[in-house]
């Protein structure tokens, strides 16, 4: 027969009600007795459970009312937890493997954020079906309608003759005109801008068809350069990274409910438009390289963002928003001299 005694506190069932009394096992059965040795709770074993103990709280008994019984003593093991946590303890105490946590987890963390994600993401795209690829596109860009964009108020000849333009491109290319579509809007926000959302659709501000509009190679780089996004599926690259890195925060963080906001951070990464330097400069040599078949040249490339930084620079001097397209996109000088020196394969 086997028989321990400890001292220690029992809390009432749902309550922070407690007293110190004594627990007193005898096989596998265990009693309470308060400090005048009355009983006050008795129980088999069986009908009791154990909580995992924290370092430097022994394990609780948990009682089938919710009572609970902790030792005063924290190195007290009940006899009839065999060693059931016998690992977690020894990893807990081990400072060698706590140093070595706190070194790694950080680096982990970052291997899955800024090198398994990524690569994850160029995986998943292959699994993503047009259809998914065409919604995800157009409730973005609802999103960022509501968040940033207004009407165009380009007179609907200029529009029409941009749209001409774009669709005589667009056959040239032999890309389908289903897929890309070209849009105009007013924008506060973007001000001089364009961008590419991920299923095809391009949106232009008018505030960029103004300031280009005695340069018309230069909207065309501009635009070949957002098809080239497109091309490459940077946007759905982007979109996947954010929406894998926010469950991968969302789970490692226990933070669950982050999940419904996946489609709208996904929608934020497309206004930020945090393309990385490799993917904006596989845009502009697909603009370049498009832009030589079209007929143009590598020069073309080069003077309309010379064209556009010009621009931006004396409108910038007035107002900074227009800053805005420039800070998204490497070097205009990085560029121009990339564009200068291609030479076609
Ligand atoms: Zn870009």
């Not at 009839?80 to 016998?86: E, I, S, T």
């Not at 977690?88 to 899955?112: D, G, H």
């Not at 800070?327 to 205009?332: I, K």
Request: net charge negative; glycine share 4%; with cysteine.
């Amino acid at each position: 027969m086997s028989h321990k005694k400890t001292k220690g506190y029992y809390y009432y069932p749902s309550s922070s009600q407690h007293i110190q009394c004594s627990a007193i096992i005898i096989d596998e059965h265990i009693q309470l007795f308060d400090n005048g040795a009355c009983p006050i709770v008795s129980s088999s074993k069986d009908a009791c459970t154990l909580e995992s103990p924290l370092p430097g709280i022994a394990a609780a008994l948990c009682f089938a009312d919710g009572g609970r019984f902790i030792p005063d003593d924290i190195n007290f093991r009940w006899p009839f937890a065999h060693q059931k946590h016998g690992l977690a303890q020894r990893l807990e105490k081990n400072k060698l493997l706590i140093v070595a946590s706190v070194v790694f987890t950080p680096i982990l963390l970052w291997l899955i954020l800024y090198r398994g994600i990524p690569a994850a993401a160029v995986y998943s795209i292959g699994l993503a079906s047009p259809s998914t690829i065409e919604a995800m596109g157009e409730q973005s860009l609802h999103v960022i309608e509501k968040l940033a964009l207004a009407p165009s108020e380009l007179s609907s000849d200029k529009q029409a003759m941009i749209q001409k333009q774009w669709h005589v491109m667009l056959e040239q290319l032999q890309l389908d005109n289903e897929q890309f579509r070209l849009s105009f809007y007013q924008s506060d926000y973007f001000s001089a801008n364009a961008f590419a959302l991920p299923h095809g659709r391009v949106i232009v501000t008018d505030e960029l068809v103004l300031l280009l509009q005695d340069k018309p190679d230069a909207l065309r780089a501009i635009l070949l350069h957002e098809i080239g996004h497109v091309e490459y599926q940077h946007g759905i690259r982007l979109a996947s990274q954010a929406t894998a890195s926010t469950i991968v925060l969302a789970i490692i963080f226990g933070d669950l409910e982050g999940i419904t906001e996946v489609v709208l951070g996904s929608s934020s990464s497309f206004l930020q438009q945090a393309f990385s330097r490799d993917m904006e400069r596989e845009a502009d040599k697909y603009a370049i390289e498009k832009l030589i078949a079209l007929g143009y040249s590598n020069d073309d490339f080069a003077d309309a963002i010379q064209a556009l930084q010009n621009k931006l620079d004396e409108q910038a001097q007035l107002d900074e928003s227009w800053l805005k397209y420039l800070s998204t996109h490497p070097s205009s000088q990085e560029r121009i001299d990339f564009a200068r020196q291609y030479t076609p394969q």
